[in-house]
């Protein structure tokens, strides 16, 4: 029983080490920042034509969507370990995350999840070429980056 | 017979178009580099504790390497496009890349290609988990890395 206890109590623990600020920075805070904005700008990079594409600003390539969705699902996933702890603007400059990242963790772990779980069913309805569904979950996807940015980013 | 020609001409020139130096940069030259300087940022971050392992610094840890390998093979997936024409130290500051990948563009493809196949059989040897097939294919990836910055790659 207390064994059992043990491991359910591991098991928490070892689920909130996947969230972003349940990591310790290894190396260099500045390197890891870094890192974060390097995630962020091939997110970025590829969600920019996706974004033109549901503008009708550029003509819809299926084929396009398919390899941008699958980058930002990738970098979706890589982001949390990214947030390490001591990665704040209060260890580093040039970073437009706000401390509150590290304060209301439960919140920006919502807000995280929220933009991976629409990110992997961008990736997936991509495969579909199915151009009216993809930009349906496009939105969805742009609403969690902005939801995101709002409360966490730095204007 | 002259529809043959001109589609293999077409295929040729669309089989350039795959190539570094083929691709025309969209947008400001800045906007790719910062891309460009965000994948291999990405490759590093994944290289390194593959690098560890191999060295024996780190415990051996197959399921990390699986993800790293991953990571490392998208990246070099979307290189390429990152070194589009007017991107090279003529057009911007604080990058390290030679302006030889514009003139050498015959070198800088099969360098290119030989980190990307490397990369690609890291990433399918990585499933395996097999520690010794995977170090040693770890050591020739990481040889693609080495002699591509040695040819194109400021010091």
């Given at each position: 029983?207390?064994?059992?206890?043990?491991?359910?109590?591991?098991?928490?623990?070892?689920?909130?080490?996947?969230?972003?600020?349940?990591?310790?920075?290894?190396?260099?805070?500045?390197?890891?920042?870094?890192?974060?904005?390097?995630?962020?700008?091939?997110?970025?990079?590829?969600?920019?034509?996706?974004?033109?594409?549901?503008?009708?600003?550029?003509?819809?390539?299926?084929?396009?969507v398919a390899r941008h969705a699958q980058y930002v699902e990738m970098m979706s996933k890589a982001l949390p370990e990214s947030f390490a702890q001591g990665t704040g603007p209060d260890a580093v400059k040039n970073t437009e995350a706000k401390p509150e990242i590290w304060t209301k963790t439960a919140e920006f772990d919502t807000k995280m999840k929220d933009f991976q779980r629409e990110a992997a069913a961008l990736n997936e309805v991509a495969k579909s070429g199915d151009e009216k569904a993809i930009k349906a979950q496009f939105g969805k996807t742009a609403e969690t980056c902005k939801a995101c940015h709002k409360a966490f980013r730095k204007d």
């Open positions: 029983m207390r064994k059992q206890f043990a491991m359910v109590l591991a098991g928490g623990i070892l689920g909130a080490g996947i969230l972003a600020t349940g990591y310790a920075a290894e190396g260099k805070p500045e390197d890891t920042v870094k890192y974060r904005q390097s995630l962020y700008n091939i997110i970025g990079w590829n969600f920019k034509p996706m974004g033109a594409m549901a503008k009708g600003e550029i003509p819809f390539d299926a084929t396009a």
